[in-house]
């Protein structure tokens, strides 16, 4: 029992962490040739996310991995219902991770121009699919015991495209704020003003989606059981306006903490809501997938739970002590006097 | 074609693709640690110069490895659901635990890697792709693990209508996962040293940068020379596995259908699946496959006539492809040897001829490679799991003929195109050679602004 509501707690950590840490790189790579006007910039951005986006990356891959162990039956299902999506969104995620590595390897203004694009369609659409194919398990998935009733077009209904924006404008302004931070100049002013130019249009989505969940899912009805969890979703607005005010202010790296701070508490909002279901079912009550129906036994939960417990602190240390080597903003001139950088 | 049918030429097309660039990425990591620690001891810049050649190839052949290895994740649930319902109590496991230990600690470390040159001292600097290469060798122990207990379940019980682990010892100490990963990891060196002896001799074909090519040919050498006979002695440690534990795949690998005892090898031989025996039998060395196999001149070898024929598996692919990687295996062994030889002791710039033929088998441990895992995979079948589970039950119900059909052609022409433009990246950067100007290479720590 604990074992299991522990392990539904730590698949909500580790997506969270995941949107926050990938969802900057997203962020940035979809404004990449809006915020970046010359080659300069684009390299310079390139440099930003380079020496990190691989690491963010995996914490997608523990994700998955840790699906498949603590709850292999929601694995299973949920990566065959979603099947066209997922594939999709793995062909994005191959071809933005190369383009960051083929991009400087030739001199040639249309190489780079067409892995420019691949760069915004490859962190656009992972940020649009992972929004939909989370909408679309925030409603539930047509289920029941003889099978899945959905089709990759069924999901883009109106919920599910609502939060497939959320995800993308969230993650643009967690980006340009990332930029803002990481870069000088008038590159890091450009990501500035993008980042308060987009946080208005985050908030119109924002607010349909509380709204909207209302009416397509039953993500509240623990909220209104237990009221005292209503400080989940509030922490996420009281975020998401905090994010605008720093921003005001001159305060990117606070305004940076505030966005990450918001996909967390967007995604804590999101699992509270759907405790004890993984994945609902949206015609089948009885067919959800639950964390007591769909995880493993408690030898193999007890195992991952140690594995977790001793690795992740290690790999947190680690990252922190890299993203401080990192800490000091790129430099067009660092990067045009090394010709061997990206 | 239906959906399991397309599924497994899915999963064979993306892990085979996969599977380009995870064996050089576990070599090369290695040797360019080796260079950069060379450098750092003796502060001859000969040998960053080598890392940082090496080292560019290592990234452009590791960006594919790690970007198409999400697919190999994802596609047990998303093609194999039933299969992964049924056993992910254990299976799942070793995959979470090789992206918490290993791969965490590789993509990284392999980020200060690429942007820390001025940014931390030299040592860590090193330090680091010392870690990147530690990761993806521990990765490869995992993965070959969770291999391993398709090939072989252990530490496990039939429970609540799946596969639930009970012993996790069992399942790491599984000799078929650790063998495995024994024979895979000096078949990656294998894979790097043959890459790093080709693309010298190129060069020293040219007589480009001789002194540069010819350090990192030796280096080569005598890695390869090592590796090779642990490739052997793995690989002749996992046959005497898989005939006890997988007596169907072994008779298939030696196209034995009668059981015998002292049972010889043929060197000709032509398997007859229709008619369940061999057309061509000659030559044969006597008692070798009992001794092979179980290390007694008279052990009795089970024949494929012993099991049904719905529970053998494809004869004709097993057979060819053990007997292919076999002698490519004993190839590499001489060549490198003579390769260490000469490069050590010899005069290796002269000899033309030997320098062409090592420019042309730089493939030949790339398709040993594939060859093996033929061997591993078409030979377990009918099972996904060796004697418990089908393959033919693992396929996921949900997915449709055109999905697959549409996944299939999609990733078949990604792969395709990303491949042609990795090994056209891979060519430019080696024909190009070393880059003689170290001035932006090494700058004192703290000025690089």
Redesign the interface.
Known sequence: MELQITWFILWGVLWGVYFMLDGFVMGAGMLHNLIGKSDGDKRVMI?TI??????N??W???A???T???F??T???????L??A??IL??A??????S???RS??DHPTWKKGWDSAIMVGNFLPALLFGVAFGNIFEGLPMDSA??HGSLLSLLNPYGLLTGLLFVSLFMVHGALYLTVKTTGQLSKRSQSTANNLWPILLVVAVAFLVYTNFATSLYVNYLAHPPLMVVPLLAVAALLAIRLFSAQGKPLAAFTASSLTILMVVATAITGLFPNLIPSSIDPASSLTLYNSS??P??LK??LI??AV??PI?IG??IW?YR??RAPV?E??VL????A? | MDVLTLSRLQFAITSMFHFIFVPLTLGLSILTAYMETRYVITGDTMYLKMT?FWG?LF??NF??G??????M??Q????W?????Y???????P???????A???E??????W???????SKKVHALSIWLVALATNLSALWILLANGWMQHPVGYVL??G?A???D?MAMITNPDGLLKFGHQLTSGYTVAAFFVMGVSAWHLLRKNETDFFLRSFRIAATFGFFATIAVGIFGDMSAVEVAKVQPTKFAAMESIWESKRGVGMNLLLLPDPPNECNSVEGVCVPNAVSILAFHDPNALVKGLKEFPPELRPPVLPTFISFRLMAGLGTYFILASLVAMILSRWGNIQKQRLFLTLLLYSLPLPYLANFLGWVVAEVGRQPWIVYGIMKTSDGV????SLS?VV??LI??TL?YGF?GV??IY?LA??ARKGP?NDIS??IKPRGQ??
């Open positions: 440099n380079g020496p990190i986006w691989e690491g990356e995996v997608l891959v523990t998955g991995g840790v498949f162990a603590a292999p039956t694995y299973a299902l949920m990566f065959s219902y099947y066209s997922l594939f793995l062909c995620l191959i071809v933005r991770g190369v960051y590595e083929f390897k030739e099978g899945y493993s036994s030898y193999t195992l991952m594995v977790v690795f992740i790999i680690y990252k890299i080597i990192f430099r001139e660092e006097a090394d010709k061997q990206y | 940082k560019k990234l452009i960006a594919l790690v970007v198409t290895g999400i697919t994740e994802f047990f649930g998303m093609n659901a039933e299969y992964s319902r056993v992910g109590d254990i299976f799942g496991a995959l979470a635990i090789e992206a918490t230990v791969f965490f600690l993509s990284v470390f392999i980020g200060l690429i942007f820390g040159w001025n940014k931390v429970r609540n799946r639930e682990m009970v996790f996921s119900k949900s997915v999905q549409g996944s999609g990733f990604l990303l433009i990795d990246l430019k950067f880059d932006s290479m690089e602004a």
